[in-house]
């Protein structure tokens, strides 16, 4: 036991951690409270998801998905225009995104029609939690190098790709005993796809260029206006389909620099 009396009182530790500033490594003491808050407002998403889906309800589950989703992006965004970056949030991100985006979407999917084939069901939910789980493990090896593309599809696309599906369904009435033997299937064959593409080396835009504290010319609101109203149709169809194009561009910008070599 040691003879520090400090030690020994202290029920939480300072959090310290190596940073790099004007190209010198100091020690600094603490967390970066807004990025932080943003991130644990994901995860707390992710959770409600998760608990509207145990209820049967997977239209929230699918809302509650998409709000993990915008907060995820914002999170980094924020650490980088407030220069609020740290080794201690990239962790916690990844960690809050294994549940968001990984145990979460499994779950779902689950629950929402993969019960009714059996351990086959099961099977695919596991290996999306699993490979969500090793896609991002390997991202956090490669924190500061994925600028421009990604190597794997992103755990929040696939998540949303898987859940959007099943917020559609849902929102027309499928879900439960409506799920037939075909449809759970089907399903079971995309969180399947999805969940090889998050670990193969398939490069994915990241969008990480796209500069938010430059000017723009005023007709970009319009822009921003029509994306917001081309949403409001149909929410989770039109996400859906975002996730699957964007989904459907690692494989051909892929191809495209094979057959180019």
Not at 9 to 30: A, N, P, T
Not at 133 to 153: C, P, Q, V, W
Not at 182 to 193: E, H, N, Q, S, V
């Amino acid at each position: 036991m040691s003879d520090d009396p400090q030690e020994s009182l202290d029920l939480f530790d300072e959090h310290e951690e190596i940073v790099s500033e004007d190209g010198k490594k100091v020690k600094r003491k603490g967390i970066y409270l807004l990025p932080n808050l943003l991130t644990t407002a994901s995860l707390f998403a992710g959770f409600f998801s998760i608990v509207s889906a145990i209820n049967g309800n997977f239209v929230y589950a699918g809302m509650a998905i998409f709000a993990s989703q915008m907060l995820d992006g914002l999170d980094g965004r924020v650490a980088r225009l407030t220069n609020s970056q740290s080794l201690f949030g990239a962790q916690y991100d990844s960690l809050c995104d294994v549940i968001s985006f990984g145990l979460a979407p499994a779950l779902i999917v689950f629950l929402w029609g993969l019960d009714s084939i059996g351990q086959a069901g099961w099977v695919f939910s596991f290996f999306y939690v699993a490979a969500a789980a090793l896609r991002l493990a390997r991202f956090n090896t490669y924190i500061g190098s994925e600028d421009t593309f990604f190597k794997g599809l992103p755990s929040p696309i696939a998540g949303a790709m898987v859940v959007y599906f099943i917020w559609a369904m849902s929102s027309y009435g499928i879900q439960g005993e409506e799920v037939g033997r075909a449809l759970a299937i089907f399903t079971a064959f995309l969180t399947g796809i999805v969940s090889i593409l998050m670990v193969v080396n398939i490069p994915y835009y990241s969008f990480k260029e796209i500069e938010m504290k430059k000017r723009v010319p005023f007709f970009s609101m319009l822009f921003v206006i029509f994306i917001f109203a081309f949403i409001s149709i149909d929410p989770p169809i039109v996400l859906a389909s975002c996730a699957f194009v964007y989904i459907l561009s690692g494989p051909v910008m892929w191809a495209y620099k094979v057959l180019k070599k």
